[in-house]
């Protein structure tokens, strides 16, 4: 079993920045890639960006690549998103995944989501 909390979320202007971070505990944190997804309210929860075992494979959704980066830390078990020049359409509760199938995109457990909301 894995337990996931984020937590980063906030009120941020277009364009501004805010980095999400998600602890994880339970397994082995080298044994399972880890995933960031989002759901806008009156939308379908969609994929945001994945990142393997070693940190190796990164993968992003097309509409926020090259502007959010996801990377992990094993020291402290905790995988984060940075996300810059952020949009209103950015605006969504945060889910954190784990473990990941990088190629379904299926996971096993979520994290309670952190909200992110960005005005214009």
């Known amino acids: 079993q894995v337990q996931l909390v984020e937590s980063g979320g906030g009120l941020v202007q277009a364009g501004g920045s805010l980095r999400l971070s998600c602890a994880a505990s339970?397994?082995?944190?080298?044994?399972?890639?880890m995933g960031w997804f989002r759901q806008a309210p009156g939308k379908e929860r969609e994929f945001v960006s994945a990142?393997?075992?070693?940190?190796?494979?990164?993968s992003y959704a097309d509409s926020v690549k090259g502007r959010f980066t996801i990377s992990r830390d094993g020291a402290k078990n905790t995988v984060y998103l940075q996300m810059n020049s952020l949009k209103p359409e950015d605006t969504a509760v945060y889910y954190c995944?784990?473990?990941?199938?990088?190629?379904?995109?299926?996971?096993?457990?979520w994290g309670q989501g952190t909200q992110v909301t960005v005005s214009s």
């Open positions: 990142i393997s075992r070693s940190g190796g494979h990164r």
């Open positions: 995944a784990a473990p990941l199938n990088i190629v379904t995109l299926r996971t096993d457990y």
């Open positions: 339970g397994r082995t944190f080298s044994s399972y890639a």
